[in-house]
């Protein structure tokens, strides 16, 4: 896997292909009507279990921003090898990439505040990242999800985006009544409002549901120092985009996307082929990433054929005998990282095969779209938790209410820090440390406009350009110096809404992105 630096494009393919009301939704579909477990069901197997607080084993400085290991205080003991803060194999691994470390301990609680209180740790903290090893407070979230051409439909998932927004208002002023939701309160957060946007990155090692908790954890920990050390088996430019039915007509706008970290894409979405069988014998072969686009539930997925007429089914027991090689998956599948369910898909990729490592995910009904801001950092050398938390920070709320339905069930399952590496050498992406160096600040002058400053940038001439969230370019200027001011208007000098939108800053070959809000 060649890594590739890839400019930051917003297209019109967009509008065609990647837009809510162009894609058809992920679906819970499966051979025996699987149901899942709501809040209360998944409270009433989990027990009485009392809140104990949250322990502080040590904190090791480094060069770089702080990551909090919250681990299952049981667990700690069991995994001390690999996480004990003098010399443990996963916490030097962290420092030995930059960042500073914090050990913590806490157990899973049923205590509805638990989770409350651990986002309010790590709001203290002043961390850039937390790592959940194992079982800890899970926080629920409902809503009345909102996709197009559907009538308004209750769910309630597990929400990793609670501890990623630590500076945002999460409330439960509703209650679920006869498919409706009323004023009230249940002990589920179903109201987010406030600053919205993702503070820091979250990635979760959650084994239990897929067999032993500390023998999974500690292989996992074993290939992950191989991977982060060049010992691990890699496989070159290979991934596989395997789509099926309901989806193939976008699959080569997605393998676009994919192309940022992979030089060869192999593609699979003829609608007869794309089969349980089909799948089950191409994942044995040298594939390093898989994206997979099929409906599902948290323990397999399901693939139409005959006209779409009949399904076939893979289930993730299969996952163990099959060993699929591959490292890292993006599972465009309903529910297959819903963690709190017994063999789910994400977990079984991970822990329950010899080279798992990251595996991104829903906890519910949607799916990742709008893959390039995902994908584009990843190709800039950016770890798979920044990637990720870019990619929510832009889309969490793009589309209102059906961003929300799409999104919020968003989950990485696996180690955060971990980069993509430049298979063709196996040597670690270093690029984290050469970006810091390109910055761009901006700074909005109320209801005249916005300035951008840019530091760092090794020529004296750049361009930055302006666009909506349908990817629509509504500004461009080129530029001498640091900085450059803009009025808020749009090419032809009116004045545009307020609303969100995006930059794009090109100076020499160095590129940033982000986003910005226009509130007057």
Known sequence: MKIITILLAFVMATLLYGGPSKTTVTRLISPDDYKLLDYMEWKEILGDVPYCGIGKIAQISGRGGKVNLIINTDLYFKLYNYLNP??????????????????????????????????????NEGCIGAILIGDLPIPWFQMMEVFYGWTPHYTTFPIDLFYMDIDGVWEDNYTHIGGNMIAGSDSIYDTHSGSLDPDIFIGRLAASPVGNDSALISAYFNRNHEYRNGDMNLFGDTALLYVDDDWAGSTNYWKSSLSAIYDSIYCVSDNETTIASDYKNRIKMNYEWISLFAHSWPGGHTFKY??????????????????????????FCCSNAR??????????????????????????????????????????????GDAFRYWFEIMAEAWGDTSRSWFYGMTLIGDP??????????????????????????????????????????????????????????????FEGETVEWCYKNRNGSKIPNGTYLYKVISGNQVGSGKFNIIR
């Open 417 to 478: 820090t971990l980069v993509m590496k430049d298979t063709l050498s196996g040597i670690v992406s270093k690029k984290r440390e050469q970006q810091e160096k390109f910055q761009i600040v901006i700074k909005q002058k109320t209801n005249q406009g916005i300035i951008f400053h840019i530091s760092g940038s090794s020529v004296n001439r750049s361009s930055i350009n302006i666009y909506n969230l349908a990817g629509r370019e509504i500004y461009g200027i080129n």
């Open 339 to 384: 963690y709190t369910e017994s063999d789910y898909c994400a977990g079984m990729y991970i822990f329950n095969t010899s080279t798992g490592l990251e595996a991104m995910g829903s906890t519910k009904t949607g799916s990742m779209l709008e893959f390039q801001y995902y994908y584009d950092r990843l190709a800039i050398g950016e770890c798979f």
């Open 86 to 123: 003098d010399s443990g194999q996963f916490v030097e691994d962290i420092i030995g990439d930059g960042y500073s470390v914090s050990v913590d301990t806490m157990s899973m609680s049923s205590d509805p505040f638990a989770p409350d209180s651990l986002r309010n740790y790590l709001a």
């Open 306 to 331: 005959n006209n779409g007429n009949n399904y076939s089914d893979y289930y993730s027991y299969e996952i163990i005998t099959n060993n699929p090689p591959a490292k890292f998956y993006n599972l």
